[in-house]
């Protein structure tokens, strides 16, 4: 049993909206769990599911006395969920975590290690091999120490990867909660820390498995494409970037609003194939059947 009185060092934070496909749901869980760094508390807020995910939800929590659960009657998106666990995380660190994805067992060792190590480092992030229903298929490399221009395409952090020191939020917000940012809230909170003079890295390993198919291009409607270009072109006035290129990538939310979804997939498997050492079925089958319970 864990000491309630002592702080864990990391508060691993996890928003869950009716996420159903169970397998995905308990790969992502289990992968936490399975950490080889123990000492954390994992928060999960249950943004108003539907009664057969909140039962699986309980079913985990009695499980790991590790696991937190905080509920909301209604669905009120991911940086409310965020917020709410952040508002009752103890760690020193947060790391994020997403409900379909899968942390590779040594994940949290290395982050909290190089937080450790670099006290000028706010956040860190690092590299993620790409997965579908199929398996592995590529490999998403991010710079090693973004600066201001790297935001002009698209954020330079993989947002479930990263692991932030906590005292951040002591100072500033969290999660800005509004309609613009909804979908792209992490691409505001970055941008925003990177306005007020803090440092992200990503460490140049494949530590994450983000799960990315053709259904990940079918989320973002005209709306969110059109709320995402406002909060470009504010924060890129701010930071300087509204050059001519900047301008190009104020509307390039636009631009990719009117592509068909199933062509950018496509491009996008192309071009983080290139260079890419991919994993065999069987491998990710054994890897799926460690992340199971039992």
Same mark, same amino acid.
């Given at each position: 049993?864990?000491?309630?009185?002592?702080?864990?060092?990391?508060?691993?934070?996890?928003?869950?909206?009716?996420?159903?496909?169970? @397998?995905?749901?308990?790969?992502?869980?289990?992968?936490?769990?399975?950490?080889?760094?123990?000492?954390?508390?994992?928060?999960?807020?249950? +943004?108003?599911? +539907?009664?057969?995910?909140?039962?699986?939800?309980?079913?985990?929590?009695?499980?790991?006395?590790?696991?937190?659960?905080?509920?909301?009657?209604?669905?009120?998106?991911? !940086?409310?969920?965020?917020? @709410?666990?952040?508002?009752?995380?103890?760690?020193?660190?947060?790391?994020?975590?997403?409900?379909?994805?899968?942390?590779?067992?040594?994940?949290? !060792?290395?982050?909290?290690?190089?937080?450790?190590?670099?006290?000028?480092?706010?956040?860190?992030?690092?590299?993620?091999?790409?997965?579908?229903?199929?398996?592995?298929?590529?490999?998403?490399?991010?710079?090693?120490?973004?600066?201001?221009?790297?935001?002009?395409?698209?954020?330079?952090?993989?947002?479930?990867?990263?692991?932030?020191?906590?005292?951040?939020?002591?100072?500033?917000?969290?999660?800005?909660?509004?309609?613009?940012?909804?979908?792209?809230?992490?691409?505001?909170?970055?941008?925003?820390?990177?306005?007020?003079?803090?440092?992200?890295?990503?460490?140049?390993?494949?530590?994450?498995?983000?799960?990315?198919?053709? +259904?990940?291009?079918?989320?973002?409607?005209?709306?969110?494409?059109?709320?995402?270009?406002?909060?470009?072109?504010?924060?890129?006035?701010?930071?300087?970037?509204?050059?001519?290129?900047?301008?190009?990538?104020?509307?390039?939310?636009?631009?990719?609003?009117?592509?068909?979804?199933?062509?950018?997939?496509? !491009?996008?498997?192309?071009?983080?194939?290139?260079?890419?050492?991919?994993?065999?079925?069987?491998?990710?089958?054994?890897?799926?059947?460690?992340?199971?319970?039992?």
């Amino acid at each position: 049993m864990k000491d309630k009185a002592k702080a864990p060092k990391i508060s691993v934070i996890m928003g869950i909206y009716n996420q159903r496909n169970t @397998a995905y749901l308990e790969q992502a869980i289990m992968s936490v769990l399975h950490q080889s760094f123990r000492d954390f508390e994992f928060l999960i807020y249950n +943004d108003g599911s +539907d009664l057969a995910v909140c039962e699986q939800l309980e079913r985990y929590r009695q499980l790991d006395d590790r696991i937190v659960l905080l509920h909301g009657k209604e669905n009120c998106g991911l !940086a409310y969920s965020l917020n @709410a666990c952040i508002n009752v995380a103890r760690g020193k660190y947060l790391a994020r975590m997403d409900d379909d994805d899968i942390s590779a067992p040594e994940r949290f !060792a290395v982050q909290y290690a190089y937080l450790e190590a670099h006290p000028e480092i706010a956040y860190v992030g690092c590299n993620a091999k790409l997965m579908d229903g199929g398996g592995v298929w590529g490999v998403r490399r991010m710079p090693e120490f973004p600066q201001k221009q790297s935001f002009l395409r698209f954020s330079p952090f993989i947002h479930p990867t990263v692991m932030l020191r906590k005292s951040i939020f002591n100072v500033q917000e969290a999660y800005r909660f509004s309609t613009e940012t909804w979908r792209c809230e992490d691409y505001e909170l970055f941008m925003r820390l990177t306005k007020l003079g803090y440092q992200g890295a990503n460490i140049q390993q494949e530590l994450f498995y983000y799960r990315e198919d053709s +259904d990940s291009y079918k989320k973002r409607k005209l709306r969110y494409r059109l709320d995402e270009m406002r909060l470009r072109y504010r924060n890129f006035r701010e930071m300087g970037l509204l050059s001519p290129l900047g301008l190009l990538y104020v509307v390039r939310p636009l631009a990719a609003a009117v592509v068909p979804s199933c062509m950018i997939y496509t !491009a996008k498997r192309l071009y983080h194939r290139q260079e890419h050492v991919f994993e065999s079925g069987q491998e990710i089958k054994q890897k799926r059947h460690a992340w199971k319970w039992g």
